[in-house]
């Protein structure tokens, strides 16, 4: 999953300059995977009280009902579920907990600002990993009944991996992971380490080298797959113009980049966020993804323009948006399928069911937003509800971010803050 803060960040510097930055492609040392030790333990399940001290920094969710949520609460980690929409809450234990997050300046700097990653295939499997900040590690922790046994998995990685970016799994076996340098925004290097026995075992299989250069270009990135072998990687790339898209037929081994025409208006603009490549369960050979222009002629805006293929993703061609507007700031979508998804726009929520042709204006998010407030997160946990996480300036009784939980039905639609106390 993309991070928010590192695409603000990124924003903030096209504002200024959209000159490139040198960056050396970083050696790899250490062992290439490393096998889990044997620890299984049963951890409790408590309810938990979703109260406004729990600040929620990210969410997964793998079957119609179910969400699992990341966040801190007083600094700490906290990992919660829920099995009915959000009816009841229960904090699921780790037998090795992520450490404390900060914010502050400092540490961002010190690239000790990163939340772990979470990825939730289903009901029963789920994953968690972060960078260790005082080793070259990364930590896996995943558990295969709900979270009540979980084993623990290091890997090994460079010292210049500093950021885990996304985990994906396209079944309880096999998966990917993502890890990215600290560098300048724009340059960033990238690692891929692959798993073929639900995370007992990781190994790397791609690393920023000549074979694709520009492919360490970008922190914006989503790495999908559509069989064990074939995966798409979009990758949002401020410096070359168009659409870096980039496929794999070796399970993420080597990759080549596939030509996407754009639209004349943009061939000179770059991209600066991107989500997708997703691709229809019922129809594998539709799929859709959508990309964020950022242009400049007199003031700055983005654009979000969408692209569809009817053949797997060998080629791709560009979708007419209607009633989008084009404005500079926060863009977060999710496609729920290749038809219906949603996207926040700084205060407000559009909806599409038409595979991102038509959209329309759904909510307006003002009495939830303190200025300068933006949304971290979004997630559909079914249909007919959406979740979104609300970054915003507390008060001193406040958390840092708010869960808000949106339900569409015959009678109306609905928006509540589920953790607010």
Request: hydrophobic fraction near 40%; charge should be neutral; include cysteine.
């Amino acid at each position: 999953m993309k991070r928010t803060v590192c695409r603000i960040a990124l924003l903030t510097l096209l504002c200024c300059s959209l000159s490139a930055c040198g960056a050396r492609i970083a050696s790899f040392t250490g062992n290439s995977h490393h096998k889990a030790a044997p620890v299984a333990m049963d951890f409790s399940i408590q309810s938990f009280d979703m109260s406004s001290s729990f600040s929620p920094i990210q969410l997964s969710a793998g079957s119609p009902g179910t969400l699992w949520v990341e966040g801190y609460q007083k600094n700490h980690f906290v990992l919660v579920r829920t099995l009915n929409l959000g009816i009841e809450w229960q904090r699921v234990r780790l037998p090795m907990n992520p450490p404390s997050y900060s914010t502050t300046a400092s540490a961002a700097a010190n690239g000790q600002s990163s939340y772990p990653e979470l990825y939730v295939e289903n009901q029963r499997y789920v994953w968690i990993a972060w960078r260790d900040i005082k080793k070259s590690f990364i930590w896996v922790e995943y558990t295969w009944n709900a979270g009540v046994s979980w084993r623990v998995v290091s890997i090994p990685v460079s010292t210049e991996a500093s950021v885990v970016c996304q985990l994906t799994f396209i079944n309880p076996r096999t998966g990917w992971l993502v890890v990215e340098s600290s560098g300048a925004s724009e340059q960033s290097d990238k690692w891929i380490y692959q798993t073929l026995n639900g995370g007992n075992t990781w190994h790397l299989v791609y690393r920023a080298n000549s074979d694709v250069p520009r492919l360490l270009a970008g922190t914006s990135q989503h790495l999908t797959f559509c069989t064990v072998t074939n995966g798409f990687w979009l990758v949002a790339d401020p410096i070359l113009p168009g659409i870096s898209l980039y496929k794999t037929t070796d399970g993420g081994v080597h990759w080549k980049r596939i030509f996407v025409s754009v639209p004349a208006q943009y061939a000179n603009d770059d991209t600066i966020d991107v989500w997708g490549p997703t691709f229809s369960r019922n129809s594998p050979e539709d799929g859709v993804f959508a990309v964020t222009f950022y242009t400049s002629d007199v003031a700055p805006t983005m654009h979000l323009e969408v692209f569809e293929t009817k053949d797997g993703g060998v080629t791709w061609r560009w979708v007419k948006v209607k009633n989008l507007p084009s404005e500079y700031g926060n863009y977060i979508l999710r496609f729920f399928n290749t038809s219906i998804a949603s996207l926040s726009l700084n205060d407000k929520i559009y909806n599409t069911t038409d595979g991102g042709r038509t959209w329309f204006l759904n909510s307006d998010l003002d009495h939830w937003m303190t200025p300068n407030s933006y949304v971290l997160d979004l997630e559909f946990s079914s249909r007919e509800t959406m979740w979104l996480i609300i970054n915003r300036k507390p008060s001193q009784k406040d958390a840092n971010t708010w869960l808000l939980k949106k339900v569409f039905g015959e009678e109306g639609e609905s928006l509540e803050n589920a953790n607010k106390g």
